[in-house]
């Protein structure tokens, strides 16, 4: 059946009262003559009240969305083999030109980076195995770095 994306839309009329009371309390902040701060009820409301309903909003968003979800790992794996993005990980490995390549023709056949990679035989299953780990692919370095020091010794 169809679920209503409730949740989600409170946070964002939360987000939207939260950017409202941001800029009435600049307002007021601006408004302050002779450093009296005769703006100070206003600007301590609004402050008071996006700091409560971002509260609330998130502990039900937690509680009525985040908690219970689990990740399809194997589904997600099936994604990320999939996708021709990860070409970007291999590129340093095998070069632009033959990466263009094989996405060109991962694109036009439908197979993975990692089968046209092993039937042109620029990398091997290990080598495709370190770089294409989703670990590696997310660590702030080039995926598989390790391998590129490994052949320049």
Known sequence: GKVNPVMAEVINQVA??????????????????????????VLVFNLIQSISIMNNG????????????????????????????????????????????????????GKSVRELCLEHGVLTEEELDIILDPFEMTHPEIAGASLLKNKKM
């Open 16 to 41: 939207f009262q939260v950017i409202g009371n941001d800029h009435t309390i600049c307002l007021a902040s601006e408004a302050g003559q002779l450093e009296l701060n005769v703006m100070e009820p």
């Open 58 to 109: 998130f502990r039900v968003f937690r509680e009525y969305c985040i908690e219970g979800i689990t990740a399809n790992e194997e589904l997600l794996k099936q994604y990320v083999e999939k996708s021709v993005g990860i070409i970007t990980a291999v590129n340093p490995h095998i070069g632009y030109e033959a990466a263009s390549r094989i996405a060109r023709e991962a694109i036009e056949t």
